[in-house]
C-alpha cells in the first residue's frame, strides 16, 4: 500500500514562511491535497490538485509538487494558522492521508 | 452550498454493529458525478479513509477495513450510510462524513474530500 510521510512538527516565526513536506514514492505522478484541521473542527481543504486553493482560501497558501516530495507553503504565518496538516493521495482506489504535521506558530 | 451531516448512536458495545447516517443538505446527493466518502479519526492519532459510494451503488473500500464494512446511499433520503461489524476499542473515533470531487486525466482519477462533515464520536465500551 502506497505511504505518505509527513514531519511530526514544523515551527515558524509569526510573518515567516512555514513550508510543510509529504514525502511518497515519485508522488510526483499523483495529485496532493492538503487539509487544515484545528483543534475540535472537523478537516478543512486548503489546496487540491498540488497547487489550487478552493475558493476563501488565503493566497498565503500554496503547494508544489515534484519527484518524491510535495510541499505546502504557508507564507507570512499568522496565529491563526497553528493546526495540524494533512496531506493527501488516491492510489490504487483507496484514499491515502500522510501522518499530519503539527504547526506551531511562535 | 452543500452540508454534510453525520448521525447515529455515540456508544456501541463491542462484537456489535457500528452505524452511522450522513445527511446531504444544499444540494441533491445524485448530481455532479460525486462520490461520497466516510474517514475516522481516533483521538489524538491521524486521519484514515474508511470507504466510498457512487450514488449508483458503486463502492471502494480500504483494504484494511474491507471485511467488516459496508456503505451504502439512500437518494430519495438525500443520505449515505455507514455499517461497521464486529466492532472493538480500536475502532472508537470521531467518524467523518464528506464529498469526493475528483479530476481524472490519462486514464487515471484523482479525489480529494470538501466538504466535511461536523464528525461525530463513536466510543466502542461494554
Known amino acids: 500500500s502506497y505511504e505518505l510521510t509527513q514531519p511530526l512538527s514544523v515551527s515558524v516565526a509569526l510573518g515567516q514562511t512555514a513550508r510543510i513536506t509529504c514525502g511518497g514514492n515519485?508522488?510526483?505522478?499523483?495529485?496532493v491535497h492538503w487539509y487544515q484541521q484545528k483543534p475540535g473542527q472537523a478537516p478543512v481543504l486548503v489546496i487540491y490538485?498540488?497547487?489550487n486553493r478552493p475558493s476563501g482560501i488565503p493566497e498565503r497558501f500554496s503547494g508544489s509538487n515534484s519527484g518524491n516530495t510535495a510541499t505546502l507553503t504557508i507564507s507570512r504565518a499568522q496565529a491563526g494558522d497553528e493546526a495540524d496538516y494533512y496531506c493527501q493521495v488516491w492510489d490504487s482506489s483507496t484514499g491515502v492521508f500522510g501522518g499530519g504535521t503539527k504547526l506551531t506558530v511562535l | 452550498q452543500v452540508q454534510l451531516q453525520e448521525s447515529g448512536p455515540g456508544l456501541v458495545k463491542p462484537s456489535q454493529t457500528l452505524s452511522l447516517t450522513c445527511t446531504v443538505s444544499?444540494?441533491?446527493?445524485?448530481?455532479?458525478?460525486?462520490?461520497w466518502s466516510w474517514i475516522r479519526q481516533p483521538a489524538g492519532k491521524g486521519l484514515e479513509w474508511i470507504g466510498r459510494?457512487?450514488?449508483?451503488?458503486?463502492?471502494n473500500y480500504n483494504p484494511s477495513l474491507k471485511s467488516r464494512v459496508t456503505i451504502s446511499v439512500d437518494t430519495s433520503k438525500n443520505q449515505f450510510s455507514l455499517k461497521l461489524n464486529s466492532v472493538t476499542a480500536a475502532d472508537t473515533a470521531v467518524y467523518y462524513c464528506?464529498?469526493?470531487?475528483?479530476?481524472?486525466?490519462?486514464?487515471?482519477?484523482?479525489?480529494?474530500?470538501?466538504?466535511w462533515g461536523q464528525g461525530t464520536l463513536v466510543t466502542v465500551s461494554s
Open positions: 515519485n508522488i510526483g505522478s499523483k495529485n
Open positions: 459510494i457512487y450514488t449508483s451503488g458503486s463502492t
Open positions: 444544499g444540494g441533491s446527493i445524485s448530481s455532479g458525478s460525486y462520490y
Open positions: 464528506a464529498r469526493d470531487p475528483g479530476y481524472c486525466s490519462g486514464g487515471s482519477c484523482f479525489y480529494w474530500f470538501d466538504p
Open positions: 490538485r498540488d497547487n
